[in-house]
Structures are given as structure tokens and as C-alpha cells.
């Protein structure tokens, strides 16, 4: 049985990727969680966080993105046990190098979507609780080019 995984998480800001994530890791054995955290875990959002805050800039946004995806692919090459992504990944292409590299290192692949993100509702709770400040308006954005 294969016992290599990733984790690709879909979702609007706000529909629960992390916390979703944050179970998951809780449910782990702590070896395995600490392994998860140090080693397994990527989100292009932490790379805006500068001195503790999170400093979005749309400029950096491009670069930010290939930087995680390396270090998607090391912990991969690595053979990290249980690797994740955790980004929007609204369309397909956002998502489909870091699923391409996981099956060509013969990892079994789970994407996870959180939330409804065709529903009006819940695009109004992830306005509302999503810890980025982004706007209904954009959310709204997002939803409309989903693909599910």
C-alpha cells in the first residue's frame, strides 16, 4: 500500500482550508505532526508573513507562488511521508504542477474543497471570517471562476 501523501486543498479565503489542515495534523501521531509542520506543509500565503505580520503584495505574488511550489517539490523529492498545499487553487492549471509532481513521485493524491464555493452564503461567511482581510467583492470573483 502506498503510504505517500499529499494534500491539495481548494477553497475561497475564509471557507476553511486551514482549519481543515489544523485538524488533520491534530488527528496525527505527534511524530507525524511535527513532521507535517517542519517539513510537509505549504502555503504561498506564509511567505508574506514579514517579522510575525502578513504583508500581502500582488507584485510578489507570481514569484511567491513558484518559490512554494519548489519547496512543494523538494518535500516530495525528499519523500516526505504526508505533504500538503494549501492554497485557493480556484482553477485546475493552479493546482496541477503540484499534483503532476506527486503522481511522478508516486504519491497518492487527495484534493480536499472546502466549503460551497458557488454558494452565495457561504461566500458571505468566508468575507466575513476570512483572517486576510479580502473583500466580499473579490471572493465573489473567485467564486464565479471556480472549478469544481
Known sequence: MNSKLVIIMRGLPGSGKS???????Q????????QI???GYF???NLFVVDGQYKFDASKLSEYHQINLSLFIEALSRGEPIVI????????WEYIAYKTAA?????KVKIVITGEPK?????????????HHVQLKHIQRMAEIFEI
Open 19 to 25: 482549519h481543515w489542515i489544523d485538524l488533520f495534523i
Open 27 to 34: 488527528s496525527q501521531p505527534l511524530p507525524v505532526a511535527l
Open 37 to 39: 509542520k517542519q517539513r
Open 43 to 45: 502555503s504561498t500565503d
Open 85 to 92: 498545499c494549501d492554497n485557493t487553487n480556484v482553477c485546475h
Open 103 to 107: 503522481v511522478a513521485l508516486g504519491y
Open 119 to 131: 454558494s452565495k452564503s457561504h461566500q458571505l461567511l468566508c468575507a466575513q471570517r476570512n483572517k
